[in-house]
T-cell receptor, first 112, second 114 residues
Framework: DAKTTQPNSMESNEEEPVHLPCNHSTISGTDYIHWYRQLPSQGPEYVIHGLTSNVNNRMASLAIAEDRKSSTLILHRATLRDAAVYYCILRGYGGSQGNLIFGKGTKLSVKP | DSGVTQTPKHLITATGQRVTLRCSPRSGDLSVYWYQQSLDQGLQFLIQYYNGEERAKGNILERFSAQQFPDLHSELNLSSLELGDSALYFC?????????????FGPGTRLTVL
């Protein structure tokens, strides 16, 4: 399976934007980039996914590099509730097709 | 609330015992996935069922088994429990098409083996 690399941890201040990077240099043309997050003491939850174009939803934005070898999850105004572990996952012929394959993710801390 | 329910929330048992964890997927979802989350291994896929049939297996031990019933709820059976089986067990159900699907996770069952 194609692999993703994320920083172990990041810190942010409340109400500031947060950019969470993910490298996936071996991504194949049919792999979708998915992001999930896991809040403390909860199950993972879906955040966003994309293939080539940048994507926005109510939770976040996903910026995908032109060569697709990296992507960035953008939280526009971090809140204390956004403190979680964020996972970048590839899904497709090069990634996982059914089950999700979780790496270590990035632990985001948000300071008031 | 993801719409996926899991019972019980907590389970404390002794080594050598057998337990059953239960999961009900979101209404309309046919797939159920089971994952284990331990401190040293992170989140790992165990097994998937689709409409009552086993579809995929991950790092599931032979001591563990699962099934999905006609009403689509699923049970994960863990037997001959060892200390190392202590972990959070999540189930998830899935909606959408391949590669663009979304998995919805339940709140998990925390298993403690003493």
């Amino acid at each position: 399976d194609a692999k993703t690399t994320q920083p172990n941890s990041m810190e942010s201040n409340e109400e500031e934007p947060v950019h969470l990077p993910c490298n996936h240099s071996t991504i194949s043309g049919t792999d979708y980039i998915h992001w999930y997050r896991q809040l403390p003491s909860q199950g993972p939850e879906y955040v966003i996914h994309g293939l080539t174009s940048n994507v926005n939803n109510r939770m976040a934005s996903l910026a995908i590099a032109e060569d697709r070898k990296s992507s960035t999850l953008i939280l526009h105004r971090a809140t204390l509730r956004d403190a979680a572990v964020y996972y970048c996952i590839l899904r497709g012929y090069g990634g996982s097709q059914g089950n999700l394959i979780f790496g270590k993710g990035t632990k985001l801390s948000v300071k008031p | 609330d993801s719409g996926v329910t899991q019972t019980p929330k907590h389970l404390i048992t002794a080594t050598g015992q057998r337990v059953t964890l239960r999961c009900s997927p979101r209404s309309g979802d046919l797939s159920v996935y089971w994952y284990q989350q331990s401190l040293d291994q992170g989140l790992q896929f165990l097994i998937q069922y689709y409409n009552g049939e086993e579809r995929a297996k991950g790092n599931i031990l032979e001591r563990f088994s699962a099934q999905q019933f006609p009403d689509l709820h699923s049970e994960l059976n863990l037997s001959s429990l060892e200390l190392g089986d202590s972990a959070l067990y999540f189930c998830a159900s899935r909606s959408g098409t391949a590669y663009t699907d979304t998995q919805y996770f339940g709140p998990g069952t925390r298993l403690t083996v003493l």
